[in-house]
């Protein structure tokens, strides 16, 4: 027998092992799929998961009594603008932000300084109409807007939820926590404030029941 007939016997060979071991592998996941349906397999397996839940121990912050989450760095919270090393904002009102927001909740509107510098004279946002997607903090090409650390703020006034430019220069960065539950209490003297009176606080995931 020939090389290229030796090959081609060996080729034939190959092929149909795959081919049998493929539908002996259809076999078996139909067989199992029919025995888990008669035996009802998934729900006893749905049942097992919820009745562990349902035995295993609580996990339930106290917020905003006595506890408080800290976010993590990748949260995206309220927006924020960045200044550059010489206090400058970082803007140089582009307009990226506003065009590629999906809900149209960014107005910008530019001028020159002094310096010839272009800046934004305006710069608001409408969070009650955002969606906290990010993209403008992607689309901006100087690094100037972004989104932080801040969750806690609601209004009954939509008004009141349009930030200014100033107002955002005002806002906390980007959170270097990584995550966590430390103590805070609920003040109310000045403002509605949940104070946080720990820096360092317990992991919450490792408390939830996992696999």
């Given at each position: 027998?020939?090389?290229?007939?030796?090959?081609?016997v060996?080729?034939?060979?190959?092929?149909?092992?795959?081919?049998?071991?493929?539908?002996?592998?259809?076999?078996?996941?139909?067989?199992?799929?029919?025995?888990?349906?008669?035996?009802f397999?998934?729900?006893?397996?749905?049942?097992?998961l919820t009745?562990?839940?349902?035995?295993?121990?609580?996990?339930?912050?106290?917020?905003?009594?006595?506890?408080?989450?800290?976010?993590?760095?990748?949260?995206?919270?309220?927006?924020?603008?960045?200044?550059?090393?010489?206090?400058?904002?970082?803007?140089v009102?582009?307009?990226?932000?506003?065009?590629?927001?999906?809900?149209?909740?960014?107005?910008?509107?530019?001028?020159?300084?002094?310096?010839?510098?272009?800046?934004?004279?305006?710069?608001?946002?409408?969070?009650?109409?955002?969606?906290?997607?990010?993209?403008c903090?992607?689309?901006?090409?100087?690094?100037?807007?972004?989104?932080?650390?801040?969750?806690?703020f609601?209004?009954?006034?939509?008004?009141?939820?349009?930030?200014g430019?100033?107002?955002?220069?005002?806002?906390?960065?980007k959170?270097?926590?990584?995550?966590?539950?430390v103590?805070?209490?609920?003040?109310?003297?000045?403002?509605?404030?949940?104070?946080?009176?720990?820096?360092?606080?317990?992991?919450?995931?490792?408390?939830?029941?996992?696999?």
């Amino acid at each position: 027998m020939h090389a290229a007939q030796k090959l081609w016997v060996r080729t034939c060979k190959k092929t149909l092992r795959s081919r049998s071991e493929a539908a002996m592998s259809h076999a078996l996941d139909k067989a199992g799929r029919w025995i888990g349906w008669a035996f009802f397999a998934d729900l006893a397996n749905g049942l097992a998961l919820t009745f562990g839940y349902m035995f295993s121990k609580p996990v339930t912050m106290q917020y905003p009594d006595k506890e408080k989450w800290l976010p993590y760095s990748r949260y995206r919270g309220h927006h924020f603008l960045k200044r550059d090393a010489e206090g400058e904002i970082k803007c140089v009102a582009c307009e990226l932000c506003a065009q590629i927001c999906p809900c149209d909740c960014i107005e910008v509107v530019p001028y020159e300084d002094e310096k010839g510098n272009r800046r934004p004279a305006k710069f608001e946002i409408d969070t009650a109409r955002c969606l906290f997607c990010g993209l403008c903090e992607d689309a901006c090409p100087a690094d100037a807007i972004a989104l932080g650390q801040q969750y806690e703020f609601s209004s009954f006034s939509s008004r009141d939820l349009v930030i200014g430019r100033d107002d955002l220069l005002a806002k906390p960065g980007k959170a270097m926590t990584g995550g966590g539950v430390v103590a805070a209490r609920l003040s109310t003297e000045r403002d509605v404030l949940v104070e946080a009176s720990e820096p360092r606080g317990y992991n919450w995931w490792r408390n939830i029941r996992r696999k």
